[in-house]
T-cell receptor, first 117, second 113 residues
């Protein structure tokens, strides 16, 4: 089956530093990748949609200068949380699809637990 | 306002019984509805996708129904096992210019041996 690998699984960083999270589709080409954030007891919130070779589309309320997304190849997308603050602490999950976002299954990575101290 | 609601309380059932989870939505007209399973600290795993013109879909012990009149999807797990214990999420597509998946909060299922 389609596998999405996400690293790191956990990261603790100090306030003001930047953190990069990688998302790779291992056995398929993902023209579109999605970045989600999930707070405890809350639903998945889409942060941005990234297409290979083009700029990411950010959801309303998500700062594109703070959450930098790069989708340089059909198998790799990265999310960089710049100048992280404690309120950025959350569970970040990437997903990818071989087809459209809403009419094809999404394959998720195992998430990255970010803690900013 | 637009809402997608799942059973808010955790569902506890006995092993071997059928678990039924509900996903209700208001002010959406989705063409597709999906169900995922999420274990603690992990990403969701796709289970089933059903289209608006499909009434029912099955996969092994899983069954999904989609009633566009009632604006409801039911997710059934027959012959439940403790390994089925997890949170189950429904997601539907929001039609429009900014079409995307909208997610429910999920229902926590515990299957007791």
């Amino acid at each position: 089956g389609a596998v999405v690998s996400q690293h790191p699984s956990r990261v603790i960083c100090k306030s003001g530093t930047s953190v990069k999270i990688e998302c790779r589709s291992l056995d398929f080409q993902a023209t579109t990748m999605f970045w989600y954030r999930q707070f405890p007891k809350q639903s998945l919130m889409l942060m941005a949609t990234s297409n290979e070779g083009s700029k990411a589309t950010y959801e309303q309320g998500v700062e594109k200068d703070k959450f930098l997304i790069n989708h340089a190849s059909l198998t790799l997308s990265t999310l960089t949380v710049t100048s992280a603050h404690p309120e950025d602490s959350s569970f970040y999950i990437c997903s990818a699809t071989e087809g459209g976002q809403y009419n094809s299954p999404l394959h998720f990575g195992n998430g990255t637990r970010l803690t900013v101290t | 306002s637009q809402k997608i609601e799942q059973n808010s309380e955790a569902l506890n059932i006995q092993e071997g019984k059928t678990a039924t989870l509900t996903c209700n939505y208001t002010n959406y007209s989705p063409a597709y509805l999906q169900w995922y399973r999420q274990d603690p600290g992990r990403g969701p795993v796709f289970l089933l996708l059903i289209r608006e013109n499909e009434k029912e879909k099955r996969k092994e012990r899983l069954k999904v129904t989609f009633d566009t009149t009632l604006k409801q999807s039911l997710f059934h797990i027959t012959a439940s096992q403790p390994a089925d214990s997890a949170t189950y999420l429904c997601a539907l597509d929001e039609a429009g210019n900014n079409r995307k998946l909208i997610w429910g909060l999920g229902t926590s299922l515990a299957v007791n041996p």
